[in-house]
């Protein structure tokens, strides 16, 4: 495509110029207001970044938890094989930066500019990226206007489109292929039908490519999934406090529901179905997870105000030691970077973002480790995967309504528990595969930059 319309640049010209009025109140609001820990680093949201030789380094844009974990095995097998290219990782999210905490010798972390001209060219400026590699959707004109004045090649891997956002950029006329599109140098997408959407926005087949979802190539924690084992072993062991007479011990084995990644709003909900589903199954015991930490105090109030007898993941060390030590009714997830900790300590995971309109969440890492993994209604960020999982009996999707119910059949039923979690592990297997596939496609984008950059030091024969 050469050129762009007058509507496109009269639009690109209107988006600058808000983004660079905005830019320094939204960063110093994120200062003053924000509960989300990004501390002195706030200015980097600016393009503020630390004055150091970065050495050119390729870029890899994360977002936040789910984008980072999902990129994070692409990230550190790019590094193995190239360990003389340095690696940037920016996220969005301070929750997404803890993921990469136990790496950072290997990469250099940033918090990615705002979408602002002058934060933009100041990042890029200092940080003089080779390659910038963005993860599913994140797009932003200014941002890629900017990599291509400067000649820098631009990937989204994961790619996705719906069909949803295809007719909604169709109706926008030439402001995606125009504005978004020709500053792609590659769309890797997830499925066919992700790249016959963006064929149909006009992105040439040249630049479009499938790998699958790179969120299959997922590497479990499985230290973190044997501590949440062992964890609920000692738990068990101690449900009831030590000198109870007979009567008080449980007729069985507690059981544990994993409520994971839960938002605001869902907490009351999870809370009232574990009281409709301990009718049937009085041994179950509620791990409620929120997905972000400065919900923890909120989401322990409304643990304390259902009634039900509480515990803190925090204090559970401290409280075990305790002889009189009783299991709890609902343990609160509040700590950072132990989800699979808690998948560990699960014989069903609930996933969250799914009981209200969220969008859901990925179901990929408990169903990596083999455990059965569910989710609510609302789940159109996922809703391909999970019909896909649900088509190989290796997931459900359960209406709001039918949810204590159906939980608790499940609960009630461990061969049905087995099967699903098998089932599950299996789907993952079988899709693995997406990683290799994108590595390839950085490389080609590598190798022809090198080449031509090979190519302009040549001497001229005219």
Known sequence: MTGRSPLVRAAELCYSAGTAILAPFFAMFIRLRSRTPYGTRWRELLGYVPETDYGSPVWFHTVSVGESMGAKPLI?????????????????TATGAAVYDGVRNMVTHLYAPLDSPLAVKRFLNRVNPRLYVTMETELWPVLLGELKKRGIPALVMNARLSDRSRDRYLRAGKLFPEAIGDRISRFICQTPADLANFAKLGIPDSRLAVSGSIKFDITPDTRAFEEGRALRKRLSERRTPEGSPPEESLDREPLFLTVASTHRGEDPLALEMFREIRKTVPSLVLVLVPRHPERFQEVWDLIGESGFRGMRRSQLENELQDPSFALPEVILGD????????????????????????????????????????????????????????????????????????????????????????????????????????????????????????????????
């Open 76 to 92: 550190m097998e790019f590094r193995k094989t190239h360990p003389d290219i340095p690696v940037l990782v920016t996220t969005t």
């Open 335 to 462: 700590s950072m970077q132990e989800l699979y900790l808690y998948f560990g300590m699960a014989d069903l995971t609930l996933m969250g973002g799914s009981l209200i309109d969220i969008g859901g969440h990925n179901p990929l890492e408990p169903a990596a480790l083999g455990v059965p993994v569910v989710t609510g209604p609302f789940i159109r960020n996922f809703r391909k995967i999970f019909q896909e999982m649900a088509a190989k009996k290796a997931s459900r999707v359960i209406p709001c309504e039918t949810l204590a119910r159906d939980l608790a059949d499940l609960l009630r039923d461990p061969e049905e528990l087995k099967k699903l979690g098998l089932a599950a592990r299996e789907f993952i297997d079988e899709n693995r595969g997406a990683l290799q596939k994108t590595l390839e496609e950085i490389n080609r984008i590598l190798d022809a930059g090198a080449a031509g950059a090979e190519d302009s030091r040549q001497p001229s024969l005219s």
